[in-house]
């Protein structure tokens, strides 16, 4: 019976996926959340700093997102790693999403 209320118990826990909440201003819907993600952080021309990145793998980066809270340290021409949710994008049409970074590295 013990074995039996373990077993319950963590499917309960594993069966409860939450979308995250949009944490940024001008997030829409949840889109996806991506770990350990290749990109590169660019500044665009009016100084304001986005993601290019490819989920898919693609040797090209061929989507790009306005990250809502990128630390000081990574507000450069900067190759990196990172976690993040990322949700459509309200304010800007040119942007495809508005990122909420968890973590990010270098690379």
Do not use: Q, W
């Not at 013990?2 to 309960?12: E, F, N, P, T, V």
Request: hydrophobic residues 35%; glycine residues 6%.
């Amino acid at each position: 019976m013990k074995k039996s209320a373990l077993l319950g118990i963590l499917l309960l826990t594993a069966c409860t996926d939450k979308t995250p909440e949009a944490r940024c201003e001008g997030a829409g819907d949840f889109v996806m959340t991506l770990k350990d993600e290749p990109g590169r952080v660019i500044p665009d021309k009016n100084g304001k700093f986005y993601i290019h990145f490819s989920p898919e793998g693609n040797l090209h980066y061929n989507l790009r997102a306005y990250p809502c809270n990128l630390e000081k340290d990574f507000r450069a021409d900067l190759n990196v790693f990172f976690d993040g949710d990322f949700f459509e994008s309200l304010k800007d049409s040119a942007t495809d999403y508005v990122v909420y970074i968890r973590d990010m590295d270098y690379r």
